[in-house]
């Protein structure tokens, strides 16, 4: 894909990124990295130019914010340690996580980004179980 270019008010620049996480420029890409790494996302989807590996970085608005949302949490993570054994996390670990995100989302996510989240199959059926 040829380069791209940051073409509506509402698209994120890296440097919009490090501002809404409050991370230096090392700890957001090592950070970009691993949640890469741990979602399975190509980080060359990310770049200005994904032809250039070396190119800086861009956000389109349908996943900045989340983006940040697990950056921000990312030490939290249960998987995120680099020894971490999938098959000795527990259910207590995960929703513990889950509750930190939650949170996060209730006190600083944007209202359209809320009722995203909150429409999907996942919460709804966890908010059913849950009644």
């Known amino acids: 894909?040829?380069?791209?270019?940051?073409?509506?008010?509402?698209?994120?620049?890296?440097?919009?990124?490090?501002?809404?996480?409050?991370?230096?420029?090392?700890?957001?890409?090592?950070?970009?990295?691993?949640?890469?790494?741990?979602?399975?996302?190509?980080?060359?989807?990310?770049?200005?130019?994904?032809?250039?590996?070396?190119?800086?970085?861009?956000?389109p608005p349908e996943v900045a914010e989340l983006l940040v949302l697990l950056l921000r949490h990312l030490p939290e993570h249960p998987l995120s340690r680099a020894n971490a054994d999938k098959t000795k996390i527990t259910a207590t670990e995960i929703s513990k996580y889950n509750q930190i995100i939650l949170d996060d989302v209730n006190s600083n996510l944007t209202l359209v980004f809320k009722r995203i989240l909150y429409c999907r199959r996942g919460h709804l059926v966890s908010q059913e179980i849950a009644d």
Do not use: H, P, W
């Open 1 to 59: 894909m040829a380069k791209k270019q940051k073409e509506r008010k509402v698209d994120y620049t890296q440097q919009d990124m490090l501002e809404m996480t409050g991370f230096t420029r090392k700890q957001f890409i090592d950070g970009l990295k691993k949640v890469c790494d741990m979602y399975n996302f190509d980080i060359m989807d990310f770049k200005v130019d994904e032809t250039n590996k070396d190119s800086g970085y861009f956000f």
